[in-house]
């Protein structure tokens, strides 16, 4: 099989994962009405869309359990061509209820493509040049959020279906670039595969993501419903996400560097305290376009420190156990940002400022037991020759 370089692996991955978040989000704005039109009722809707989360929760371990025992290249092969064909199955005329299962395969599908990408990328690199490495996936899983809804933007509700089988295309295309991608998977081994290492380095950084995933979860929930409390135009909401990117997108270097070179336990909690007390900001300001800059200027906390998060999850493992981290990793995202969605509404509908403000002072407190998580941890890495 035709091996590539780190460097060569890691333009790929990025091209994989821009394309797979830009095709997840590009019918996003759409989807709800594009099922209601198929007779899906409100209830019905809510089911559909949280079926995606669900079903990374559930399976994202259990898939990188079986990219450490039989590679994470058939893993991530599999994974963009069940995606691939998931997509397509918008096309074919059948009631809402029916989709369901195309949103649990997709979410599955989408969180084993997180799980081996990013432990591809662990694998391949040295501790001192992973945080770098990881920064250029995290910005390509941006640029495809900010792309996807503005591409989207040209489908109708009645395209929408050919507009998902058009992502699917580009899916099996990714699948075959994958083939030829060194993930860093070593012969298959048939001997048991290597207990996980519960340390510090890896129970702080689940609680890190977790605090994370709250306030994303806020923002799933009640980011659109805010603004428009606050009488935004649709222009505005759409441009609230795109200024959330593209200093995600411009930064997302600078904050590998930082993960590489500086101390990644203050910068990750220093990240997260960044994102609190922004979550907790925005419903006390009632100018729309202050919050468009003030989303960036989140943004740049958020950039800075993601790398470092992830860096410290995968630090001191051995290959064999790295996407069975990931996948913890990615299990703890996703299940606080489901879980915050899912509280957040309820409470927004009480009082808007609510949602913000309860899971702000959560996600900060969460965050603060990192100093003792990671009290013992080296917070820098050495430089490799």
């Known amino acids: 099989m035709p091996l590539s370089t780190p460097q060569q692996t890691l333009r790929r991955l990025t091209i994989i994962v821009g394309i797979q978040w830009m095709g997840a989000t590009l019918g996003l704005p759409l989807l709800p009405l594009f099922l209601e039109h198929r007779g899906g009722t409100p209830s019905v809707i809510g089911l559909i869309m949280a079926t995606f989360f669900v079903a990374g929760v559930v399976t994202q371990y259990f898939l990188g359990h079986l990219a450490d025992k039989f590679g994470r290249q058939p893993v991530l092969i599999c994974s963009l061509v069940a995606y691939g064909l998931a997509s397509m199955t918008y096309l074919v005329p059948v009631a809402a209820p029916w989709f369901i299962i195309t949103r649990v395969i997709q979410g599955a599908s989408a969180g084993a493509i997180e799980v081996a990408s990013m432990s591809a990328v662990a694998a391949v690199f040295p501790e001192d ?219 927004f509908s009480i009082n808007t400022v609510l949602p913000f403000t309860i899971i702000a002072v959560v996600a900060a407190l969460l965050a603060t037991t990192t100093l003792w998580w990671w009290r013992h941890v080296n917070g820098h890495v050495s430089q490799s020759a």
């Open 129 to 347: 040049q992973r945080g770098r490495a990881i920064s250029q996936i995290f910005g390509a899983q941006l640029f495809g959020i900010a792309l996807g809804p503005v591409v989207g933007v040209l489908a109708t509700v009645h395209d929408l279906g050919w507009a998902f089988f058009a992502t699917g295309l580009v899916s099996l295309a990714a699948a075959f670039v994958a083939f030829h991608t060194n993930v860093g998977d070593e012969d298959y081994d048939r001997r048991p595969l290597p207990r996980l290492q519960w340390n510090r380095q890896l129970l702080g950084a689940l609680v890190a993501t977790s605090a994370g995933g709250l306030c994303v979860g806020v923002y799933e929930a009640c980011w659109s419903l805010l603004m428009h409390s606050h009488h935004a135009t649709t222009l505005e909401i759409r441009l609230s996400w795109t200024m959330f990117a593209i200093p995600w997108v411009a930064l997302s270097r600078v904050g590998g560097w930082l993960a590489d070179h500086a101390n990644r336990r203050l910068i990750a909690l220093a990240g997260i305290w960044n994102g609190a007390f922004f979550l907790s900001l925005y419903p006390h300001i009632h100018n729309n376009v202050a919050i468009l800059f003030l989303g960036s200027l989140e943004s740049v906390g958020a950039s800075l420190s993601l790398p470092s998060i992830s860096s410290l999850m995968s630090q001191g493992a051995v290959n064999r156990e790295l996407s069975r981290r990931q996948g913890l990793y990615a299990t703890s995202n996703t299940a606080s940002l489901a879980l915050a969605a899912s509280v957040s509404g309820f409470l």
